[in-house]
């Protein structure tokens, strides 16, 4: 089943068109990375497709809207966020704002970010300061949080900023588990070449005229990749 | 009625400040939450400076300032948003336009209204202490408002404020919750700047959050926190205030700073525990310290006794220095004379201390001057309980209309009067001799009134008070015959116009009255040193206890002689000390002007 269908999209940012005809496919189980050079408008591509900046032409389509509960979503941190004072139980319980109704968190709904901060392992730190964890931490707490959002889909932009290799890993081996297991959509932004290829199952590269997409076999036998990574030094 | 408290709850005017103060707090504290969070701190700052300026134009226009000024506030912090978001200009040069424009804006209606308005002065500095019923209703209704809409809203300001792109990726309206944020902030600091003024507002709504966040880990600890830090220092301000005779508004945000240290101090307390580089037996030692000595600094603020004037005999209370050595004239011992204004003290800007409201809801006779710069005493005198005998300077005397004196046609012939739209009267009546001698008559009558057994006295006193004055009045008038001169140039505010109306003097100066402006239009500067040099006037006036730059650089372009006018509104301290009277100070004047005129 198709989850995010876009055809003949063009994108702008600032009023310069960043992508031409953009065509791709997400379908349910899919692991999409996008890759791109700086600026090649990977975190606006991100933004149209949860309809927060409008596309320039074009159709994109994302299956059940954002208000459907089923997609999360994972913004880059903001430096706001970096000395905000809450705990992470907070932080969690508002990934389930869209579906509050009333003024308070219901039962169920708070049993959901429990469930959610079990599962990514980090119930143990309900209580802590979201500033005093450590960016591994810190990125599972926002995680859970777009898990509470909703879980057949995830937008993730770049994760792994910022994270040593290791918690890079744990990380990447984290969101393929939910993946795999819990049969959740990724789509993720990321700089990373090399776990894009390992981990995905689809790869969209930007470009300006001549976007790619395809599955990771196809992509790596591409001029684009090699070209690419040729350049990129591996 | 010595402690604090019982005080406090046993006068309408403070258990009015106490519920304004709190309900402000509160509110102030919740919004500032999210401004400090959301880095919009300086929006609150920003705000501060539209709203002085809504209100300087709301007193020009004549319009009630506070209906004129909250929708224009909640339409800048509208527009201040939406600069900060997505304008060209980036936020905090957005913020610095806004807020530096509005202040031109609000100094330009200043002089147009002559720069009479003393409601500026408290939109500045805030007057706490004469609140209304009213105020009290406006700022109860828009503080529940404020509250509900907090609490109601309460997850979604959280969401917006903690990660706004991934609250608008859930649905989540986060214009509209950064809109309703802002214009929450306008309505307090709108209300707010009543109690606060401008100049401080924006510390009520900043230093709460700043302070919890250095201890509390948790969004709603950082709200709760804030509330009760907010309340604490608003009501150990207030109380510091009565206490020590402190202006209100500053007394709080010194209590603030203070927390915020206690609170920093604690929070990195806790930091070097947590690393474990400090003893956890220290670090508990440290921590009791610190409580011991906030709880120690609130016990000394709040026991003890307050040092409330209690009267003993027959009292009357004056606002000014002439309405004070006119009374002490006539009560001799028979009765005490207190001086609102402590010398030194600018009458334009004054605040009464609660220990002022005090003495004057207890005294027998009240001197009072009537004008623009004592709006406060109308809502003082409205209160309950003060029934006692009033004596108002300006229903003494004829009342002349202040004067415009700009540009060319300050030419002032004697006896003319001008109508510039509403009249504004002269205040300063006592200025001529011979209104000093019908005020005198008046005082006079009200003491013996209030104390009939030494009438006798009183009457004597004044009597020969009079004939002091009348001599005075002499000497001034055969100095003013002999003169060459026909008029005087003041370069400075000019308070005189009853004595320059009794002897027929005519003058030329750079601002009325009650001017609070001290920079002159050029043209102004240039038509006195035209009137200096004309006529070879040798001596070019400045007011008592001012700084008198005009007049300075008057005496620079012409070579006249600088020499200082008294209007006896208020003295210095070294006068006042000294001993002088209005009728020592008036022989200076005397001096004064023989040099200028002869």
């Not at chain 1, 600032?14 to 090649?40: A, K, P, Q, R």
């Not at chain 2, 709108?190 to 201890?215: E, Q």
């Not at chain 2, 028979?334 to 009464?352: K, Q």
């Given at each position: 089943?198709?989850?995010?269908?876009?055809?003949?999209?063009?994108?702008?940012?600032?009023?310069?068109?960043?992508?031409?005809?953009?065509?791709?496919?997400?379908?349910?189980?899919?692991?999409?990375?996008?890759?791109?050079?700086?600026?090649?408008?990977?975190?606006?591509?991100?933004?149209?497709?949860?309809?927060?900046?409008?596309?320039?032409?074009?159709?994109?389509?994302?299956?059940?809207?954002?208000?459907?509960?089923?997609?999360?979503?994972?913004?880059?941190?903001?430096?706001?966020?970096?000395?905000?004072?809450?705990?992470?139980?907070?932080?969690?319980?508002?990934?389930?704002?869209?579906?509050?109704?009333?003024?308070?968190?219901?039962?169920?709904?708070?049993?959901?970010?429990?469930?959610?901060?079990?599962?990514?392992?980090?119930?143990?730190?309900?209580?802590?300061?979201?500033?005093?964890?450590?960016?591994?931490?810190?990125?599972?707490?926002?995680?859970?949080?777009?898990?509470?959002?909703?879980?057949?889909?995830?937008?993730?932009?770049?994760?792994?900023?910022?994270?040593?290799?290791?918690?890079?890993?744990?990380?990447?081996?984290?969101?393929?588990?939910l993946n795999r297991e819990d049969g959740v959509t990724v789509v993720m932004v990321s700089h990373d070449l090399f776990a894009a290829t390992q981990y995905a199952t689809h790869i969209l590269h930007l470009k300006k005229d001549n976007s790619f997409f395809g599955t990771v076999d196809e992509y790596t036998s591409s001029e684009l990749y090699n070209g690419y990574k040729g350049r990129d030094g591996r | 009625m010595n402690d604090v408290f019982s005080l406090i709850f046993s006068q309408d005017f403070l258990v009015r400040a106490l519920a304004v103060g709190v309900l402000i707090s509160v509110c102030a504290a919740l919004l500032g939450v999210s401004l400090v969070l959301k880095r919009f701190s300086m929006i609150g700052d920003g705000l501060s400076h539209v709203s002085f300026g809504a209100m300087a134009i709301a007193a020009a226009a004549n319009i009630a300032p506070l209906y004129f000024s909250l929708p224009i506030v909640v339409v800048a912090a509208f527009l201040l948003l939406r600069m900060s978001e997505k304008g060209k200009i980036k936020g905090d040069a957005a913020i610095a336009l806004i807020s530096t424009g509005a202040l031109a804006v609000g100094v330009m209606a200043t002089s147009l209204t002559s720069g009479m308005n003393i409601d500026i002065y408290n939109y500045m500095f805030g007057s706490i202490l004469t609140m209304s019923s009213t105020d009290v209703t406006v700022t109860a209704v828009l503080c529940a408002v404020i509250i509900?809409?907090?609490?109601?809203?309460?997850?979604?300001?959280?969401?917006?404020?903690?990660?706004?792109?991934?609250?608008?990726?859930?649905?989540?309206?986060?214009?509209?919750?950064?809109?309703?944020?802002?214009?929450?902030?306008?309505?307090?600091?709108?209300?707010?700047?009543?109690?606060?003024?401008?100049?401080?507002?924006?510390?009520?709504?900043?230093?709460?959050?700043?302070?919890?966040?250095?201890?509390?880990?948790?969004?709603?600890?950082?709200?709760?926190?804030?509330?009760?830090?907010?309340?604490?220092?608003?009501?150990?301000?207030?109380?510091?205030?009565?206490?020590?005779?402190?202006?209100?508004?500053?007394?709080v945000v010194i209590v603030?700073?203070?927390?915020?240290?206690?609170?920093?101090?604690?929070?990195?307390?806790?930091?070097?525990?947590?690393?474990?580089?400090?003893?956890?037996?220290?670090?508990?030692?440290?921590?009791?310290?610190?409580?011991?000595?906030?709880?120690?600094?609130?016990?000394?603020?709040?026991?003890?006794?307050?040092?409330?004037?209690?009267?003993?005999?027959?009292?009357?209370?004056?606002?000014?220095?002439?309405?004070?050595?006119?009374?002490?004239?006539?009560?001799?011992?028979?009765?005490?004379?207190?001086?609102?204004?402590?010398?030194?003290?600018?009458?334009?800007?004054?605040?009464?201390?609660?220990?002022?409201?005090?003495?004057?809801?207890?005294?027998?006779?009240?001197?009072?001057?009537?004008?623009?710069?004592?709006?406060?005493?109308?809502?003082?005198?409205?209160?309950?309980?003060?029934?006692?005998?009033?004596?108002?300077?300006?229903?003494?005397?004829?009342?002349?209309?202040?004067?415009?004196?700009?540009?060319?046609?300050?030419?002032?012939?004697?006896?003319?009067?001008?109508?510039?739209?509403?009249?504004?009267?002269?205040e300063h009546v006592w200025t001529s001799p011979l209104n000093a001698v019908l005020i005198i008559d008046a005082v006079c009558d009200a003491l013996c009134d209030a104390d009939s057994v030494n009438a006798e006295s009183y009457r004597g006193r004044a009597e020969s008070y009079k004939k002091e004055l009348r001599k005075l009045d002499d000497d001034i008038s055969e100095a003013v015959r002999n003169a060459e001169h026909s008029y005087i140039v003041v370069g400075d505010r000019f308070p005189l116009r009853y004595f320059t109306e009794r002897y027929s003097l005519g003058y030329y100066a750079a601002f009325p009255g009650c001017s609070a402006q001290t920079e002159a239009n050029p043209v102004t500067i240039a038509n006195l040193c035209d009137k200096v040099s004309s006529e070879k006037i040798p001596v070019v006036f400045k007011v008592d206890l001012s700084s008198g730059t005009v007049a300075y650089s008057i005496s620079e372009q012409t070579g006249a002689d600088v020499e200082t006018l008294y209007s006896c509104h208020t003295v210095s301290a070294d006068d006042f000390n000294g001993g002088e009277t209005y009728i020592s100070l008036m022989y200076r004047n005397l001096e004064a002007l023989k040099k200028a005129i002869s």
């Open positions: 089943m198709s989850l995010i269908s876009c055809k003949n999209v063009y994108l702008s940012y600032e009023s310069n068109t960043v992508i031409n005809n953009l065509n791709f496919e997400v379908n349910e189980g899919d692991y999409l990375c996008i890759v791109g050079e700086n600026g090649s408008g990977k975190s606006t591509l991100i933004k149209s497709i949860l309809g927060l900046k409008q596309t320039a032409s074009g159709h994109l389509h994302l299956i059940g809207g954002i208000n459907g509960g089923e997609i999360g979503y994972l913004p880059q941190q903001t430096t706001a966020q970096k000395d905000f004072p809450a705990s992470v139980y907070e932080v969690v319980l508002s990934g389930c704002i869209a579906e509050k109704k009333g003024i308070f968190f219901s039962a169920a709904q708070k049993r959901k970010a429990d469930e959610n901060m079990k599962k990514l392992d980090i119930l143990s730190l309900k209580s802590k300061c979201y500033r005093e964890l450590s960016g591994g931490q810190q990125q599972r707490v926002l995680l859970a949080r777009a898990l509470c959002a909703g879980g057949k889909l995830l937008l993730l932009d770049e994760p792994v900023t910022g994270l040593d290799p290791l918690v890079t890993a744990e990380l990447y081996s984290l969101i393929d588990r | 509900f809409l907090f609490i109601a809203f309460y997850h979604q300001i959280f969401a917006v404020t903690f990660d706004e792109s991934f609250a608008k990726a859930t649905g989540t309206k986060a214009s509209f919750y950064n809109m309703v944020i802002a214009a929450l902030t306008a309505v307090t600091v709108v209300i707010g700047m009543r109690m606060m003024g401008a100049l401080l507002i924006s510390s009520l709504i900043i230093f709460p959050t700043v302070t919890s966040m250095r201890l509390c880990r948790s969004y709603r600890s950082v709200v709760y926190s804030s509330v009760a830090v907010s309340l604490f220092c608003f009501i150990s301000g207030l109380v510091f205030s009565i206490k020590y005779e402190a202006p209100t508004g500053a007394s603030n700073i203070i927390l915020l240290g206690v609170f920093s101090l604690l929070g990195s307390v806790r930091k070097i525990s947590a690393n474990s580089r400090l003893h956890p037996v220290k670090s508990v030692l440290v921590c009791f310290v610190c409580g011991v000595c906030t709880a120690l600094f609130a016990a000394v603020l709040f026991s003890g006794s307050v040092n409330i004037y209690e009267k003993e005999k027959t009292t009357v209370v004056t606002t000014s220095f002439a309405s004070y050595d006119f009374s002490r004239q006539i009560a001799g011992d028979d009765a005490e004379v207190i001086m609102l204004l402590s010398p030194g003290e600018e009458s334009h800007t004054f605040e009464p201390t609660p220990n002022d409201m005090l003495a004057i809801k207890q005294c027998d006779v009240f001197v009072y001057v009537g004008g623009e710069s004592e709006a406060w005493v109308e809502t003082v005198l409205e209160e309950k309980g003060a029934d006692m005998i009033k004596v108002k300077m300006m229903d003494c005397v004829q009342l002349y209309e202040e004067e415009f004196t700009d540009g060319m046609e300050h030419g002032h012939e004697h006896g003319e009067q001008k109508h510039h739209g509403e009249a504004e009267y002269d």
